[in-house]
């Protein structure tokens, strides 16, 4: 379901293609969040004229919420929203076990601390009921009921989804815990890999691949074996997850870990990685050699008025709520084709918009965001191609502009009115 | 700036065009609006691929926040909103007098009651200062700084954001007053009439028209009388406010009263109604002789998941919102080519996506919603120009399904996926 089709001779970097049921998508890339069946603020329309060919849907929020019943009554992910191309969906044990860890991403990312109740900074309330070598059960943030999630059900939910990729359900540990934690996790992660497989192998259409996760922390040894125990697998792809580290560049280092084995032990496989998107780690990580990656980030930052720009400097990000934008006549980025710069939207209207909570401007916002991760992906697919990859990296480092976010695709809009 | 094509034998409808700065108007028309600079969850691009040649800017709203200066340094509203076609702006005096009486619409239809502060039903502070000759004093619910719109302030506000057509500043008053207080605020209004006139000639930009508004309430003489003092004026224009009474049977009484006077006194200017959108105000309003109509309703019941479809017995509205269409393989209305509908999205999807709280959701009932009123309005004016609006009109009346719906216009997505 993987063909690699250059391999860079300066790093472990590679282009390729999946072929998914619903079609190929083009590596490295970068799958944007439709969380709950919808990337926010977008149609799929829109996200398919953005470029994108793969989004991720996920499995615990689908399950509580209108049910994995009712999704495969109405035809399955792709038919009830309406998405002809490909759809990953995680195993929800991400979003479980964060429950219990409290703030989903901050802790497993090394900022949060463990804790035992009370409503998280998402003010959802840790709910976990019970951790056992079966399952998790747990109580919904929607109805208050109590649900259960394992390797089997969530294969099963998966399978009900219809997704084009699987994961493998996880325990998904946080950076605060003793090295024998995350070892005891990451054992159970591999008993339950071996029960999420079987159960895919009996249960599930042919044409959903499934991938499974590598845990073991912040651990090289850990890491290393996880790694081989994914890799000796029939998983058709292998994700990264678990906590990468408190900085980015412990992050980078567990990462160049893992796929240092995974390049000895599973060439040929495609290698996802959880839950990154900073443009920074996007750039080291097609470096490291991973294929496709996920994250909230350009979404997540567009609904809070945040977009993303080349200044590395600036975390690749630049504010709009901000009061110095408010006689901006600049556009988010000079020269780029996405559908709000490409209209002229100024920097002052969008701050306006978005001090008036005008939800047009979150919708702006996202789209410039996508637009601009979309593009930086295709240039970086190019340049491994053309065997050009330290260049490229070098110049985004310092601070230059993807060059294809000024590419004119389909779905963007005519120039600019009034001539702009 | 106005030129008839067709008056019906049959009533007063008649079908046109307005000529103005930014383009035809074809008449009747509706006119979304886009109170704050933007038609809320939409892009520019949207509303003109919707049909729509006119749209409507709020005056008071745009005073506050970003105010003028700003939107006239970056060019007037049409430059600071990317839309290039014409936009109205209203005169800010529905808003500043609402301020008084409490809950906006509802007051000026008879719906609520007067009041002297405490928050309004939409959360603001009822802030007005004072009410003189000169003009309104009243309290920003942005800043809470102090303001002051009067008929030159007003024009002024409308003068800067180079609106193509601009409305006088009148006392609107609410439907539970004395006969004598809507007498007196008829007459000020009057008054006003004549400031805003002499300050548009002497200062606006040419280009602008301007209409006039009568008032009087709901008595037969004040209407009438409202009717001959701005038809004996120099407007462009005339628009219908204030109360228009507690029913539908009244306010097409007052309607048909005013549009009679009209008719006879200024036959070749154009009429707008002011804040009227429900489909079978539309459809009366256009046998009686209104060639435009602004209203939120379309986009506010959007917001609220809340669909228009042909059903009059159920108020040509379905909540999607409701339980029953958790299920529902229909899309919003059978055979509709609106983005949302000919994308194929059932009616249980979008139910789910309303309760999921997921913007997505809100713009496309706002897309469907916007094309259903879009394409009611062209086929009631090829009906007028035909001669065949009784037949429509009842037809409607009687539940049919408005033909242009099915209409594929440009900006309208491909057929449905998976062969839908």
Redesign the interface.
Known sequence: MFTVRTRSSDSRARTGTLHLRHGDVRTPAFVPLAT??????????DVAALGYELILGNTFHLLL??GPE?VE??GGL???????KAIVTDSGGFQVFSMGYGGVADEIKGRGRMKSGGPDPDGRTGAILSIAEEGVRFRSYVDGRERFLSPEASMSVQAALGSDIALVFDECTPFHVSREYTERAMERTHRWLERCLRWHAAHASPGQAVYGIVQGGVDWDLRRASAAVVASSTADGIAIGGSLGREKAQMHEVVSWTTAELERLAPDRPRHLLGIGDVDDLIAGVELGIDTFDCALPTRLG?HGVALVPDPAAGWRVDLVKGRW??S?ETILEGCRC?ACA????R??LH??L??R???????VTLHNLWFIARLMDDLRAAVDAGRLPELAAALRGGAVPGSVANVARGA?AP???GA
């Open positions: 709950k069946g919808a990337v926010k603020t977008l149609e799929p329309r919420a209108p009712l009554e109405m792709h038919e009830f929203m309406r998405w002809d609904r408010r006689e006549r559908p209209t002229g939207f100024s002052s209207y306006y918009l001090r008036a005008e939800l047009t401007a979150l919708r702006l809009p600019g009115i009034h």
